[in-house]
């Protein structure tokens, strides 16, 4: 079993920057596995966000973030990060943390499905 954690959610202006964090515990294994990122805006289904392989090597991202948002994974600290900047009002939701649970996974998934493990999510709140 793997429990996930976010943290580093808030209340921002647009234009302004946030760094989630999800760490990572239970089976050191979880190490290996593919990460991912999600949110949820209210009266929506979740969606993808980011993801990432086991050792960082790749990254996806969806459109709308592409050049605005950074996922990065620490492996000996167990911990993935979505780094957020030039924040829109669109951005607003609760983020998650999710794991695919694949030993050596390139993190090539963007649908909830494709994760096993999830985190309880964290807000973000980008006024205008």
């Known amino acids: 079993q793997v429990q996930l954690v976010e943290s580093g959610g808030g209340l921002v202006q647009a234009g302004d920057s946030l760094r989630l964090s999800c760490a990572a515990s239970g089976r050191t294994f979880s190490t290996y596995y593919g990460m991912g990122w999600f949110r949820q805006a209210p009266g929506q289904e979740r969606e993808f966000v980011a993801a990432?392989?086991?050792?960082?090597?790749?990254?996806y991202y969806t459109d709308s973030v592409k050049g605005r948002f950074t996922i990065s994974r620490d492996n000996a600290e167990n911990t993935v990060y979505l780094q957020m900047s030039s924040l829109k009002p669109e951005d607003t939701g609760v983020y998650y943390c999710?794991?695919?649970?694949?030993?050596?996974?390139?993190?090539?998934?963007?649908?909830?499905?494709?994760?096993?493990?999830w985190g309880q999510g964290t807000q973000v709140t980008v006024s205008s």
């Open positions: 990432i392989g086991w050792s960082g090597g790749t990254t």
């Open positions: 999710a794991a695919d649970g694949r030993y050596y996974s390139r993190g090539t998934g963007s649908r909830v499905g494709d994760y096993i493990y």
